[in-house]
């Protein structure tokens, strides 16, 4: 089973940026895509943004414009790069397979993000 392990959180002033990366153990062209999601504290988790293994991307409504979803295949790492950060953006992020997250079974401890003043 392919091991995630997420980083590059921290905490930044609104309107900043920050690039988290998600380095996996195995390959990660292997599933159909690979996706960001978000915790915010006292709130359900939520998807953030999609890659599917041909490089086909979406992402969430309110990070549009602002949130890139990308993949390096030989480093078998993806990418979220964040810019104009928002206080609402705050959260734990956390990446995994592209699947209805109630049926997603294993997390990994994900990566701290605070925008704040």
């Known amino acids: 089973q392919v091991q995630l392990v997420e980083s590059g959180g921290g905490l930044v002033q609104p309107g900043g940026s920050l690039r988290l990366s998600c380095t996996a153990s195995?390959?990660?062209?292997?599933?159909?895509?690979m996706a960001w999601y978000r915790q915010a504290p006292g709130k359900e988790r939520e998807w953030v943004a999609t890659i599917t293994r041909y490089g086909t991307t979406t992402v969430r409504d309110s990070v549009k414009g602002r949130f890139t979803i990308s993949r390096d295949n030989a480093k078998n790492t993806m990418y979220l790069q964040m810019n104009s950060l928002k206080p609402e953006d705050t959260g734990v992020y956390y990446c995994?397979?592209?699947?209805?997250?109630?049926?997603?079974?294993?997390w990994g401890q994900g990566t701290q993000v605070t925008v704040s003043s």
């Open positions: 995994n397979t592209n699947l209805p997250i109630s049926t997603i079974r294993a």
């Open positions: 195995g390959s990660i062209s292997s599933p159909n895509a």
